[in-house]
């Protein structure tokens, strides 16, 4: 299916582990992004990418890892759970980004909710 | 660093206007937009207005921009049950080459049968 998706939808696990989230799209778009949602701090932004092996920190980078290996696929991986990482994480995509003249949008996965006990 | 702020909460009649407000504090903006989230879903576009602009209408959304104020708000006229999400401004600008994109904290709007 056309799109960006993001699995698992729901994932509990324990301090201490690692967890890896996955996400994936068919579109081809230059950019993906991780963001984390929490209620009073909206989305903060984890890492991004703007093309396959070129990752860039986010607001948020403590305690994550990120690779991009193909176009398609941006996994964010929690190295060693906390339970501040408790959180619902979404993925997102967009065009090159390069032209100012154009506006930006990004698309959206429909986001796994982490819980770490 | 950028910073987009907005109230949290807004409860509004099912055939009233419901209006979003959103301050930001990034001068150079290029573009404003506003995100839709339903529940259990990801964010999506619902519009977004060139910062030269001072007013885009689209049906029942009408976005009024500010640049002075560096302020941004979204009316939705006759408002109706399947607009309760929550609504996201957020603004992008140049960062080196990338236009980043700064989120809100987003307000949740809650229609009232």
């Known amino acids: 299916d056309a799109g960006i998706t993001q699995s698992p939808r729901y994932k509990i696990t324990e301090t201490g582990r690692q967890v890896t989230l996955m996400c994936h799209q068919t579109w081809s778009h230059s950019y993906m992004f991780w963001y984390r949602q929490d209620l009073g701090h909206g989305l903060r932004l984890i890492y991004y990418?703007?093309?396959?092996?070129?990752?860039d920190k986010g607001e948020v980078p403590d305690g994550y890892v990120v690779s991009r290996s193909k176009t398609e696929n941006f996994p964010l991986t929690l190295e060693s759970a906390t339970r501040s990482q408790t959180s619902v994480y979404f993925c997102a995509s967009s065009e090159g980004l390069l032209a100012l003249s154009s506006y930006n949008e990004q698309f959206f996965g429909p986001g796994t909710r982490l819980t770490v006990l | 660093g950028e910073d987009v702020e907005q109230s949290l909460f807004l409860s509004v009649r099912e055939g009233d206007s419901s209006v979003i407000n959103c301050t930001y504090t990034d001068s150079s903006s290029t573009y404003l937009y506003w995100y839709k989230q339903e529940p259990g879903a990801g964010l999506q576009l619902l519009t977004y207005i060139f910062s030269n602009m001072d007013m885009k209408q689209d049906q029942r959304l009408t976005v009024l921009l500010n640049k002075k104020d560096k302020h941004l708000s979204l009316r939705i006229a006759d408002t109706q049950t399947g607009d309760s999400a929550i609504y996201f401004c957020a603004e992008s600008g140049d960062s080196g080459g990338y236009q980043k994109v700064t989120f809100g904290t987003g307000t949740k709007l809650q229609v009232i049968p």
């Open positions: 990418s703007a093309a396959a092996d070129i990752t």
